[in-house]
């Protein structure tokens, strides 16, 4: 890393503008600490990229949970590593403590593996230009990890955190997420129930945070007909077939759930015929049918993504209402599998967002507004959202995401390492 970069890019984007009054002298020491660690920050992000940790590449998440972990103990932080049981298949998670009795208790959510796993032909950090690098999670999300480790270590060389409780939750799996997530999810579960707020350092939208994330559900139709010679469809005694009542159900379904606001749902696969195979686990499966025969199973697998909870189990409801008006000498039947919840877009979601909106402003980097929930996805804060406020997307800006051009905004660093530092200051006073 080039000093004259890292100049570049404090000039440009990291010093606090002079018409920014709203600084306490704390906090403007706070801002000294971070301009001093810019370097450092970058290095550690691309240290961190360039070691696959792909959800299933079990050593490699383990090994970048360790270099979090040494990070995190030489600012005064317990760490542990929780192992999940065999069954899960996943590497497991990092803690990282901090307690104290002043002010609001506050947990950091970030994770640890990558969608790229380890025989993925995208595996390192390079920087393209003065403002840009790419990489292997480079954005999603080791660069939000590195802001907030970054934020508690100005914090913690300010002597800002001595009176502090934080807990830090560096998830092994949030990219595929082990099952059940009752047990992947439980010990998340359980610190936002010890906690005050929730802080998600998914990416980045500038002048945007996140306030609502829509959940992700899983659903699976089955449907059957009666077989029979397709000469006899729609007697009484053979009637409409499968495939039939599988369109009707689906047409049922966009004609009269469709266009509620931040509701989506659709199918992803159909295989229908006389005989059927599918393997969900591989989310591929096998047809057999005739021209001349009436289609006896169709399989349908798809997904609902909603805002609330509430939203979710009502659209269930209508979903379940269309399949029980079954074509003749058909039925069907629908299950659902409920993965991350919805992240509702509560009063007191709002009132954090107006607290990081107010250090923005008092940062020079101007008002924070509410990122539109369609174009966020689901996320592990939304565990913790049902029992404590939270709000998201602290980490850096980048584009890409999933994809091997997957980048990030180097400029976006200091700035929120800024603000959440100077966020997690006034929270824990």
Same mark, same amino acid.
């Given at each position: 890393m080039t000093k004259s970069f890292i100049?570049?890019?404090?000039?440009?984007?990291?010093?606090?503008?002079?018409?920014?009054?709203g600084l306490s002298g704390e906090e403007r020491r706070i801002i000294e600490r971070v301009d001093a660690q810019v370097e450092g920050a970058i290095d550690l992000l691309e240290a961190t990229v360039n070691v696959n940790s792909g959800t299933m590449n079990h050593a490699g998440v383990r090994e970048v949970g360790g270099m979090f972990a040494a990070e995190f103990e030489k600012i005064g932080?317990?760490?542990?590593?929780?192992?999940?049981? +065999?069954?899960?298949?996943?590497?497991?998670?990092?803690?990282?403590?901090?307690?104290g009795d002043r002010g609001k208790r506050v947990l950091i959510i970030g994770h640890l593996d990558t969608v790229f796993e380890a025989d993925s032909p995208f595996q390192s950090y390079q920087k393209i230009d003065d403002?840009?690098?790419?990489?292997?999670?480079?954005?999603?999300?080791?660069?939000?990890?590195?802001?907030?480790?970054?934020?508690?270590?100005?914090?913690?060389?300010? %002597?800002?955190?001595?009176?502090?409780?934080?807990?830090?939750?560096?998830?092994? +799996?949030?990219?595929?997420?082990?099952?059940?997530l009752s047990v992947s999810r439980r010990s998340l579960k359980e610190a936002g129930r010890r906690s005050d707020v929730a802080l998600g350092f998914e990416g980045?939208?500038?002048?945007?945070?996140?306030?609502?994330?829509?959940?992700?559900?899983?659903?699976?139709?089955?449907?059957?007909?009666?077989?029979?010679?397709?000469? %006899?469809?729609f007697s009484g005694s053979v009637g409409a077939g499968a495939i039939y009542e599988a369109a009707r159900i689906l047409h049922g379904f966009y004609a009269d759930i469709r266009g509620e606001e931040y509701l989506t749902f659709g199918p992803g696969i159909i295989l229908g015929g006389t005989r059927v195979t599918y393997d969900k686990q591989l989310s591929k499966g096998t047809a057999f049918g005739k021209a001349?025969?009436?289609?006896?199973?169709?399989v349908i697998e798809g997904d609902l993504r909603a805002v609330s909870p509430e939203q979710v189990e009502r659209t269930k409801r209508r979903m379940k209402a269309i399949i029980?008006?079954?074509?003749?000498?058909?039925?069907?039947?629908?299950?659902?599998?409920?993965s991350f919840p919805p992240m509702a877009p509560? +009063?007191?979601?709002?009132?954090?967002?107006?607290?990081?909106?107010?250090?923005?402003? +008092?940062?020079?980097? %101007?008002?924070?507004?509410?990122?539109?929930?369609?174009?966020?996805?689901?996320?592990?804060?939304?565990?913790?959202?049902?029992?404590?406020?939270?709000?998201? %997307?602290?980490?850096?800006?980048?584009?890409?995401?999933?994809t091997i051009h997957e980048t990030v905004d180097l400029r976006s660093i200091p700035i929120a390492i800024k603000q959440t530092a100077v966020l997690i200051y006034r929270l824990t006073r």
């Open positions: 100049a570049v890019v404090l000039v440009a984007f990291a010093a606090v503008p002079a018409a920014s009054q932080f317990k760490t542990r590593w929780e192992d999940l049981p +065999d069954s899960l298949n996943r590497a497991g998670h990092l803690w990282a403590e901090r307690v403002s840009t690098a790419i990489g292997p999670g480079v954005e999603d999300m080791k660069g939000g990890n590195v802001v907030a480790l970054y934020a508690l270590k100005a914090l913690h060389e300010a %002597g800002l955190l001595d009176e502090a409780t934080i807990t830090v939750a560096f998830m092994g +799996d949030e990219e595929y997420a082990g099952r059940p980045m939208a500038p002048g945007k945070a996140v306030v609502a994330r829509r959940g992700y559900t899983g659903w699976q139709l089955q449907v059957s007909g009666e077989r029979a010679h397709s000469s %006899g469809i001349n025969v009436v289609p006896q199973t169709v029980d008006a079954h074509l003749p000498k058909t039925s069907a039947e629908i299950t659902f599998d409920d509560t +009063d007191d979601n709002l009132e954090l967002l107006s607290v990081l909106s107010k250090v923005s402003e +008092d940062l020079g980097y %101007g008002p924070v507004e509410p990122h539109d929930p369609m174009r966020r996805g689901a996320a592990d804060v939304s565990f913790v959202a049902a029992d404590i406020p939270v709000i998201d %997307g602290l980490g850096t800006a980048g584009s890409g995401g999933h």
